[in-house]
């Protein structure tokens, strides 16, 4: 069996360039800023301390991707921002972009906390 992993993705591109417009949107228009994601685990410049030592606490392998690197990656589309467990080569979605819209940052750690025991469990048998 392949270890577990969280795979957590941006609804957002890569490259730096596309960086400085999400930040500019972010401080335009935060309203409409297209992913809750970002806005859970990010402030304006920087990632939040809160998220960083959070993830510390996980145990399972955790991947982070723009939508333009899952889709060269994965091959698939689905509505982002999401989180999705892999599992020998299974794709399962662990939050949808529906849900994360309702969550504030204790949801989406406590929403992981859980996807992390059960996919600790798995690792394990």
Not at 39 to 62: A, C, N, Y
Not at 112 to 125: F, G, H, P, T, V
Request: with cysteine; glycine share 2%; hydrophobic share 40%.
């Amino acid at each position: 069996m392949d270890d577990p992993k969280l795979i957590f993705v941006y609804n957002a591109n890569s490259k730096k360039w596309n960086g400085y417009l999400d930040i500019l949107h972010k401080i335009v228009s935060p309203a409409t800023y297209p992913c809750k994601l970002c806005d859970l685990t990010h402030g304006i410049f920087k990632v939040r301390q809160e998220w960083v030592s959070f993830k510390e606490t996980i145990d399972i392998p955790m991947e982070f991707l723009h939508k333009d690197e899952w889709l060269e990656k994965y091959q698939t589309k689905k509505d982002l921002p999401a989180v999705f467990s892999l599992v020998n080569g299974q794709l399962n979605t662990v939050i949808d972009a529906k849900s994360m819209e309702k969550m504030d940052l204790n949801d989406l750690q406590e929403k992981l906390r859980e996807a992390s025991a059960d996919l600790s469990k798995l690792a394990e048998s």
